[in-house]
């Protein structure tokens, strides 16, 4: 679903109000966050629940730019492409704490409504350690 933020826009964010995350390395279903680099440590598979087939939209998402792909842990949702992720640093609904976190190599934006990556924050964090 999406909701508005204050510095970024209309955004995803999953049916809890957890903003997601892509990682921009991720192209072409080649999946960079893996078990095996402890990326899913810190940002986590938005997997399907066991048994559902099919993901689902509200607000201004589009289901033509849903998919899934074979993730870490399970089904991985994509949107425009992208899997999609939760960031162990963001608490609760709101924080867009991993916006422009470059780590396991790439950097990790919101994505709007129309599927692409926002990018317009002034200034990218680091991994710190990630």
């Known amino acids: 679903m999406t909701a508005a933020s ?9 049916s809890q109000g957890r903003t997601l995350y892509m990682l ?32 689902g939209v509200a607000g201004s998402a589009k289901s033509t730019l849903l998919g899934t792909e074979t993730g870490a842990s399970g089904t991985v949702v994509t949107y425009g492409g992208w899997p999609l992720y939760t960031f162990s640093g963001d608490s609760g609904t709101g924080p867009e704490n991993g916006e422009g976190v470059s780590s396991f190599g790439g950097t990790w934006y919101v994505l709007s409504a129309a599927g692409n990556p926002v990018t317009s924050m002034a200034s990218p964090s680091s991994g710190g350690g990630y």
Do not use: F, M, Q
């Not at 204050?6 to 995803?12: A, E």
């Not at 899913?40 to 629940?49: A, G, H, K, N, R």
């Open 6 to 14: 204050p510095t970024l826009g209309t955004i995803l964010v999953d």
């Open 24 to 55: 921009n390395s991720e192209t072409g279903g080649k999946l960079t966050c893996t078990v095996a680099s402890r990326c899913t440590t810190y940002w986590s598979e938005v997997d399907l629940p066991h048994g559902v087939t099919a993901a």
